[in-house]
């Protein structure tokens, strides 16, 4: 069974850099994509972006400046790092690993199928 | 920026039928995933690419499609049914990943 673990600090610093590490078992990262997820106290869900084994990335356009998501196949986890934080960046961050599923229309959709527990990162000082 | 709306909040009786909605202009286009996520718990698959169950989801949980909308249905709904639940598809682009707002269910 595939299990994926969120793990890093719980409080970052206004205009600092939040670092995630998101370690997978169960499974060898060498497949898949591999995506960071974000949920603000009491909202909704905000996808970040995601990472194929081979290295490409797809962002969210509202984050692309200030997201990186990068693996270590040798270690078989992956990371989130996001430059430049506020407090609205306090969310509950996810890590998940997806499959795509190609349309009728020969368009792509990732599948969210594991998730890890989430941990919470607050913007403080 | 392209969006998926959701009703805020249904309500159902135990055993009655539960609807949840959600709509964006793309989705007639678009494969559609639904998420139920329990307080404190990460979100869990329960329909893809429209309609599909994955393995272990009760067969009460069935997904459609109708041009601009789709709609998870829960059939003869559970207590344990109470939960947030979010649908998910891409932007008008087919390039990037949307959520909805997230719908919460109330067993009432």
């Known amino acids: 069974q595939v299990q994926l673990q969120e793990s890093g600090p719980g409080l970052v610093k206004p205009s600092e850099t939040l670092s995630l590490t998101c370690i997978v078992s169960?499974?060898?990262?060498?497949?898949?994509?591999w995506s960071w997820i974000r949920q603000p106290p009491g909202q909704g869900l905000e996808w970040m972006g995601y990472i194929y084994y081979s290295g490409s990335t797809n962002y969210n356009p509202s984050l692309k400046s200030r997201v990186t998501i990068s693996t270590d196949t040798s270690k078989n986890q992956f990371s989130l790092k996001l430059t430049s934080v506020t407090a609205a960046d306090t969310a509950v961050y996810y890590c998940?690993?997806?499959?795509?599923?190609?349309?009728?229309?020969?368009?792509?959709?990732?599948?969210?199928?594991?998730w890890g527990q989430g941990t919470l990162v607050t913007v403080s000082s | 920026s392209y969006e998926l709306t959701q009703p805020p909040s249904v309500s159902v009786s135990p055993g009655q039928t539960a609807r949840i909605t959600c709509y964006g202009d793309a989705l007639a286009k678009q494969y559609a995933y639904w998420y139920q996520q329990k307080p404190g718990q990460a979100p869990v698959l329960v329909i893809y690419k429209d309609r599909e169950r994955p393995s272990g989801i009760p067969e009460r949980f069935s997904g459609s499609s109708s041009g601009t909308t789709v709609t998870l249905t829960i059939s003869g709904v559970q207590a344990e049914d109470e939960a947030d639940y979010h649908c998910?598809?891409?932007?008008?682009?087919?390039?990037?990943?949307?959520f909805g707002g997230g719908t919460k269910l109330t067993v009432l």
């Open positions: 998940a690993r997806a499959r795509l599923d190609r349309s009728g229309l020969g368009n792509y959709y990732p599948r969210f199928e594991y």
């Open positions: 169960g499974g060898s990262i060498d497949s898949y994509y």
């Open positions: 998910q598809s891409a932007d008008s682009s087919g390039t990037y990943v949307v």
